[in-house]
């Protein structure tokens, strides 16, 4: 085995260890100090947003048609492939992002109070 092997799998194996250690102490930090102000720390508590889901569903849909639209345009400019994953990547970024630019249009507005426009 060689040193550079050795040391890529020492930091490896302490990188893990000190994000298990880093999580699990701030997780019992936050229990501990919900038990001081006598709130019980396995209550589930509320969704910060209502609509997180369908947020995260427009997302997932718009990353899909952008990893589409990717391939299509990888198959138009030839099979040669000299862009590597970079159409990939620009489509999923355009159209992720155009999906909560959608989701704000739609939904957004809704939550603060009345249609806009």
Known sequence: MDIHESITSIVFFATFFG?????????HRERMNLIDKGIP???PRAMDHPLRALKNGFLFIGI?????????????IGPG????????????????GLALVLFYIFFGRKQQGGSQG
């Open 64 to 76: 899909g048609i952008g990893t589409v639209i990717g391939f299509l345009f990888q198959e138009a």
């Open 19 to 27: 994000i298990c250690y880093l999580f699990f102490t701030t997780r």
């Open 81 to 96: 492939g000299e862009y590597g994953p970079f159409p990939y990547a620009v489509g999923m970024a355009i159209c992720g």
């Open 41 to 43: 720390p396995n209550v």
